[in-house]
Structures are given as C-alpha cells and as structure tokens.
C-alpha cells in the first residue's frame, strides 16, 4: 500500500511569517506538514524568478519546530537576486510530491512555473520587518507608578488612602511617584534591569491612569512633567531604556473633547472622535462605545483621521520631548490597523529605535507584519507557563508542542522582540498562583530568559510578592530588606544575568522533549546554551552536557521535580541548516 500523505496538513504562504527577510540578502522559508508525516524529506527547489525554467537550485530543509498538529520544516536562504521563486519537493518511501501555488502534485512542469510557483518578486528595504536591536540584550521590569516606591513627600498626600504595606482597593491610593522610581534606579540597575515599562502616568482620577484627561500632563499625584524628563535622563545614564503605556483605545469620560461633547452632542467639533448612538450621549444608557462596560472610558474613534492626528501628536511628543524609547499599547487590538500604521511611521521617523509593544492577549499576526507593532505581550507564553508550573497539567512533550506552536505564529524578529512575563498588573501573582513554590518560581522565570523573546518581571516578583487578581495584584512594594529572602533574592539576580549571554540575544532555538524533560537548545556561531526542566514527579537524570551555567533542584546530580539545568557546550551545527 503505497504511503499517502495528509495533504491537509500542508501549508505555506510566500510573504508571511511563512517566508520573510532578515535582511536584503537572508530569506527564511518555513513548510508546515501534518505532524504524521514528519519523516518527509522536503527540498526547495528555487531560483531567480526570470531564470527559474533553466537555472534552480535545491537544498534540503530542516524540521526545526513540531506542536500537537504539525511539523515545521525550515531553511534560511542567501540570495545573490532578491526575486525569488520556488517550490517544494517531498519525498516519503520512495515517492516524490511537489507543492505550489496550485497544490499538492504528483509532478511539476518548471517551464511552465511562472504560472503557479511561489515567490518573493522583490525585497524592497523598506517592507523587510527590522529589529529594535537594543530589545535583544534588554531585561524589562513593569512598574505600577503608586505601589512602586513614594520619593516625594512635599506633595500634596491628602489624596493618599491606603497605608503603605495595606490591602488595596480598586479606589486605593498609596503615593508612589516618579521620584520614587528615581530613586531606586540604583536598586533596579544593580538588579539586572536595564528596560522600565511604566503603567500609566498622565492626569487621570483613578489609581491606575488607564482613564486618562489629560495626555499631555503627567499627573500631580506622580509628579511633574520635569520630573518625567529627570527619570529618563537618570535611566539614561546608567543604560537603561524606559517606554511609557499609550492608551490610544479610550480616555476618561472627564477628557476636555468628551465633556464638549457631553455639553454640545451632535454639534461638537469632537462628536465624530467618539462613536455615539444618538444626538448626545447618555451616560446611565451609555449609548456610546465604551472599554469593556465601563461608562468612565469612552472608546476613541480610531477611524478617524482627526483622532489619528490627534493621538499620534502624543505619541511623538514624548518621544521628542522627553526622549523615551517606546510605548507599551494598551488594548491595541481594538485600535484600528490603520491607526496605528500612520502611528508608527510618525513615531519611527522621530526615533527610528523607538519600541512599539501591543498588548495583545492573543494570536497578533495581522499586527505584526513590520507596519505596526514590533511585537506583544506574550500572553500565550504565560498561559503556557500557567498550565506547567501552576496547574501541573502539561507533560514535557505537551509543553514542547505548545511553545513551538506560539512560536510559529510570528516572525523571528517578532518572536525576539516579544515580552515574555509571568504576570503583569492584569493578571493574579505569578508566586501566588504558584502557591509560593519558590522552586518553580525559580524554574519559570529561568525559562522566560531562555526562551527567545524578551523578559519582562513584574514588579515584586524578585522579592516573591503575593497577590491575586486586581487589585490584589497592585500591593505596595516591600522595602524592608530584613523580610527579603535573600537566597531566593540572588538566585533570581543570576536568572537576570543570562541575558548577557549573547547565545540568548541571538540565537537559533530548537525545543523538544525527552522522557518527561523540556529540552531547550539556543544556538549562536559555535556555542550552544542547553535548558533542562524536569516534568516528572521524581528525579531525573540529566539529559544535556557542556558547562553548568545556573541550575535550582539538582540532588546528586539528578534533577528534582521541577528543578531546572542550564549548560553551555559547543553548537553541533546539521548540516541541512
């Protein structure tokens, strides 16, 4: 019985996260096969579009990446003449199959190719999808700005309402400001940190800023605009980057454009900037577009080209103003695509290293094409992790299957340039949900760094803060360094310290499992990092070689339930690569 191959599982798209440039010269092709044919042999054949009758070449593919579904096979092109055409070839048992535009066939007529191959007609510069290039060596820390730290205590504090240490409240207050912050810039740069990401700090009623009336105006309860500008130029100085969080979905229904129109209706100049049902809105009926269904944030009408301009004028005047280096997106999946096209060009030009981070909880593929955003908070990394070291429900080969599947969505500059976290002002404690298991504490994070992308810790997280969902996830921090654990304090400062290693700001990873072991492997020009993390209920022996770098939960030399292993060894580079 001759083999027959499942050709719905067969996929490829030229100009997607399926075929994309690195650069005017380096292309990565990627096929994707059903996971029961994985023992195919797949060939590339390609060649320079106008000679591609007479001259191909052909190189063999590599499966790289499997998830519960699929097997990715995967090559990376030079290519002397960006236009490029190309088909599959796939052999299994001794039979061959091609795969182009027009699908699976038992043959394939090349003089005739230009009618369905697949192509790459040109690598215009300005279309290949850049990197932020300092992402790759950063290690994030989110900061909720009234729970972090108060520095200035000459303000006016009749507005505080909750004691520093207290239980909080969605109407809470603690005082936490921007000199606050400077003043630990020290403490988060000696922690490893060199990337702030700032909740909101524009005039705002609420504690969080998320209802924001003025953009333009840091708010008084955080300090001033100079202080704003002070905080940068310090986290400047001592090499760390800070973005702020851009909340360009919905304002505060107190905004100086809602109340116009609240007093006005149809005639307000800022009626069409808001969508509204009726001649005025109706707060009580809210017949208007809201976020989620609060009536206190009315929703922008992105469409807009007024709101556009409006909402990019803020995003570039901080830039050029006050010099920060990217903007945290709030909800910019709700935001139109055309909005935030003309946003990021406009901010790109004032400053062309400037982070674009959308906060998009799931699949954010047509944002991220290299017009929009540079990349996401990686939800689906912490629900993955969730699963593991929380719910104990994943076994190593279901973890593998689930990390590769996130990681075939997006490019690779997306997936470097993605934050991956734990937990974050939306979500409950990572270290509670852990049931404060320090070892996985340990485990998780450590994976976070080792898996590509770019960590991002909320703040706490180094001195094992418990929280549950909002605002329970928002407590003040604790800085009383007695009540620190200081074993637990130091093993997450030398987590922190990988991410100098430049095997993990550029390399290649390949994930897989063994006998109850997530495997990971990162590998850049000869060396070769190794992540070994034990999904068995018992000890295990270690599966990888090389150098011990960093390791939790090893017990004579075997490895604990949850406990992890990070090597170093030289790369053993297939030659199908």
Same mark, same amino acid.
């Given at each position: 019985m001759k083999y027959r191959l499942n050709s719905a599982g067969i996929h490829h798209i030229a100009d997607s996260n399926y075929c994309f440039a690195l650069n005017k010269e380096d292309l990565v092709i990627r096929f994707r096969m059903a996971r029961e044919d994985e023992k195919t042999a797949v060939y590339i054949i390609y060649g320079m579009k106008y000679e591609y009758q007479d001259h191909r070449f052909k190189k063999e593919m590599m499966l790289k990446y499997k998830d519960d579904d699929y097997c990715y096979f995967e090559i990376e092109l030079k290519l002397s003449d960006s236009r490029l055409a190309y088909i599959f070839e796939l052999n299994i048992e001794n039979q061959t199959y091609y795969y182009s535009e027009e699908g699976l066939s038992r043959t394939y007529d090349f003089s005739k190719g230009f009618y369905n191959f697949f192509q790459m007609p040109y690598l215009n510069p300005v279309d290949i999808y850049p990197t932020v290039g300092w992402m790759k060596k950063s290690v994030f820390y989110q900061i909720f700005v009234d729970r972090f730290c108060r520095g200035d205590f000459t303000k006016d504090d009749t507005y505080i309402n909750l004691s520093w240490g207290g239980t909080p409240t969605p109407s809470n207050f603690a005082g936490g400001d921007l000199k606050g912050i400077i003043n630990k810039l020290t403490y988060l740069k000696d922690l490893g940190i060199n990337a702030i990401y700032l909740t909101p700090i524009f005039l705002s009623p609420s504690n969080h800023k998320y209802d924001i009336v003025d953009y333009y105006k840091v708010d008084p309860q955080f300090g001033t605009n100079n202080d704003l500008k002070n905080l940068v130029t310090k986290a400047h100085q001592l090499g760390m980057r800070v973005i702020l969080d851009a909340v360009f979905n919905h304002c505060s229904m107190l905004s100086r454009e809602f109340q116009d129109v609240i007093r006005k209706g149809r005639q307000s100049k800022y009626y069409h900037w808001f969508i509204i049902d009726g001649d005025f809105p109706d707060i009580e009926k809210t017949n208007y577009e809201c976020f989620a269904s609060c009536?206190?944030?009315?929703?922008?009408?992105?469409?807009?080209?007024?709101?556009?301009?409006?909402?990019?004028?803020?995003?570039?005047?901080?830039?050029?103003?006050?010099?920060?280096?990217?903007?945290?997106?709030?909800?910019?999946?709700?935001?139109?695509?055309?909005?935030?096209?003309?946003?990021?060009?406009?901010?790109?030009?004032?400053?062309?290293?400037?982070?674009?981070?959308?906060?998009?909880?799931?699949?954010?593929?047509?944002?991220?094409?290299?017009?929009?955003?540079?990349?996401?908070?990686?939800?689906?990394?912490?629900?993955?992790?969730?699963?593991?070291?929380?719910?104990?429900?994943?076994?190593?080969?279901?973890?593998?299957?689930?990390?590769?599947?996130?990681?075939?969505?997006?490019?690779?500059?997306?997936?470097?340039?993605?934050?991956?976290?734990?937990?974050?002002?939306?979500?409950?404690?990572?270290?509670?949900?852990?049931?404060?298991?320090?070892?996985?504490?340990?485990?998780?994070?450590?994976?976070?760094?080792?898996?590509?992308?770019?960590?991002?810790?909320?703040?706490?997280?180094?001195?094992?803060?418990?929280?549950?969902?909002?605002?329970?996830?928002?407590?003040?921090?604790?800085?009383? /360094?007695?009540?620190? =654990? &200081?074993? @637990?304090?130091?093993? %997450?400062?030398?987590?922190? #310290? $990988?991410?100098?290693?430049?095997? !993990?700001?550029?390399?290649?990873?390949?994930? /897989?499992?063994?006998? =109850? &072991?997530? @495997?990971?492997?990162? %590998?850049?020009?000869?060396? #070769? $990092?190794?992540?070994?993390?034990? !999904?068995?209920?018992?000890?295990?022996?270690?599966?990888?070689?090389? =150098?011990?770098?960093i390791s939790n939960g090893v017990v004579e030399n075997k490895l604990d339930s949850f406990g992890y292993y990070i090597s170093i060894c030289e790369a053993k580079i297939d030659e199908k690569i």
């Open positions: 009536n206190y944030m009315p929703k922008w009408n992105t469409s807009n080209s007024e709101v556009q301009r409006f909402l990019t004028d803020i995003g570039v005047y901080w830039i050029e103003k006050y010099d920060i280096d990217g903007w945290r997106l709030d909800v910019s999946d709700e935001v139109s695509h055309q909005f935030w096209r003309t946003f990021r060009t406009a901010v790109k030009e004032v400053k062309k290293e400037c982070v674009l981070i959308g906060e998009n909880w799931h699949n954010a593929d047509s944002f991220l094409h290299g017009d929009q955003f540079d990349g996401i908070m990686n939800y689906s990394f912490t629900k993955i992790c969730l699963d593991c070291f929380a719910e104990s429900k994943l076994t190593a080969d279901k973890m593998a299957n689930r990390l590769n599947n996130i990681l075939m969505r997006y490019s690779l500059q997306t997936n470097q340039m993605n934050l991956n976290l734990l937990d974050s002002h939306d979500t409950h404690r990572i270290f509670t949900e852990l049931k404060e298991d320090k070892n996985k504490l340990l485990a998780a994070l450590a994976l976070s760094f080792v898996f590509i992308g770019t960590p991002c810790i909320y703040y706490g997280t180094e001195i094992a803060m418990q929280g549950g969902y909002d605002p329970d996830s928002r407590r003040t921090f604790d800085w009383n /360094e007695k009540e620190r =654990n &200081q074993h @637990l304090f130091n093993k %997450i400062k030398e987590i922190i #310290q $990988l991410r100098k290693l430049s095997v !993990l700001q550029e390399g290649s990873i390949s994930i /897989e499992s063994k006998e =109850n &072991q997530l @495997l990971i492997h990162r %590998i850049f020009n000869n060396e #070769q $990092l190794n992540y070994q993390l034990n !999904l068995s209920k018992g000890l295990a022996s270690l599966l990888i070689s090389g =150098n011990p770098v």
